[in-house]
T-cell receptor, first 115, second 110 residues
Framework: DGGITQSPKYLFRKEGQNVTLSCEQN?????MYWYRQDPGQGLRLIYY???????QKGDIAEGYSVSREKKESFPLTVTSAQKNPTAFYLC??????????????FGEGSWLTVV | QKEVEQNSGPLSVPEGAIASLNCTYS??????FFWYRQYSGKSPELIMF????GDKEDGRFTAQLNKASQYVSLLIRDSQPSDSATYLC??????????FGSGTRLLVRP
């Protein structure tokens, strides 16, 4: 089935640890995104990528890093520099990041908790 | 001023009524507008998108866009208890990023 797969669904991080959230899509979409959602809040953009080997910071990129070595994959690393990482992380993709209104689709999300 | 603003609610309507959800945005260069539904603990799912002024209908849902007033709305006719969720407005601006509002929580009373 086509879609966006995020893993793991639940992850616990110890203080000072880096963790990586996986995002894979088989929709042949050019653009991929990472959003963070805190309880009762909207989605905030962390990073986005319009094409392989290129990505841009979103509104809250500090303490996060990404790579886009393959079209299908856009992993997010939450580094120890991110002081409050407990949140719901959503990966998304769209066919192309153009002005034609291409729809963004979401994966099922990953819950990250600091212990 | 937030880039995309929504009333957080909750908006409470009786079953069978019309629910009206509103959203305003600040970027006049915005091109596309989306409504997502999000159940608690789940990821957002697309309801519909609109990019031309006027109305767009899909089943019980109607999206309305007024670019001059920088306003987009979602009407849900014949509201059902299963429609109870948080509705997120999202706007794709001139920077190509999709910016979300904080969402409006809708409660449909049986």
């Amino acid at each position: 089935d086509g879609g966006i797969t995020q893993s793991p669904k639940y992850l616990f991080r110890k203080e000072g640890q880096n963790v990586t959230l996986s995002c894979e899509q088989n929709l042949n979409h050019d653009a991929m995104y990472w959003y963070r959602q805190d309880p009762g809040q909207g989605l905030r953009l962390i990073y986005y990528s319009q094409i392989v080997n290129d990505f841009q910071k979103g509104d809250i990129a500090e303490g996060y890093s990404v790579s886009r070595e393959k079209k299908e994959s856009f992993p997010l690393t939450v580094t120890s520099a991110q002081k409050n990482p407990t949140a719901f992380y959503l990966c998304a993709s769209s066919p192309s990041d153009s002005r034609s209104g291409n729809t963004i689709y979401f994966g099922e999300g990953s819950w990250l908790t600091v212990v | 001023q937030k880039e995309v603003e929504q009333n957080s609610g909750p908006l409470s309507v009786p079953e069978g009524a019309i629910a009206s959800l509103n959203c305003t945005y600040s970027d006049r260069g915005s091109q596309s507008f989306f409504w997502y539904r999000q159940y608690s603990g789940k990821s957002p799912e697309l309801i519909m998108f609109i990019y031309s002024n006027g109305d767009k209908e899909d089943g019980r849902f109607t999206a309305q866009l007024n670019k001059a007033s920088q306003y987009v709305s979602l009407l849900i006719r014949d509201s059902q208890p299963s429609d109870s969720a948080t509705y997120l407005c999202a706007v794709k601006g001139s920077s190509y990023k999709l910016i979300f509002g904080s969402g409006t929580r809708l409660l449909v009373r049986p």
